[in-house]
């Protein structure tokens, strides 16, 4: 399954990076969960990993700025994590 509504020209330039089909978009986003989850030490309140056309987004919740970075950069280094957003909330 395809990822609909996505510009021909933004496809191309993601498409070494992010995968094509539903059931890669769960695989990636599970590896991205379990390597942010052990890299922080489980100090991300309800992490949520959304892969999409346009990258992967990081939702939850952390008590630290540091916290926050090492879920960055746990993310990014796994293949396709590279396109993130990272919205986890320091509270």
Do not use: F
């Amino acid at each position: 399954m395809e990822y609909p509504g996505v510009w021909a020209s933004t496809k191309q330039r993601l498409a070494d990076v992010l995968p094509e089909t539903l059931e890669e978009a769960e695989e990636l986003a599970a590896s991205i969960e379990r390597a942010v989850q052990r890299e922080t030490g489980r100090a991300v309140a309800d992490l949520t990993v959304e892969v999409g056309p346009q990258g992967v987004r990081l939702k939850g919740r952390c008590d630290t700025y540091y916290t926050k970075q090492l879920a960055q950069h746990a993310a990014m280094r796994i293949p396709g994590g590279d396109r993130l957003v990272n919205s986890i909330e320091v509270s």
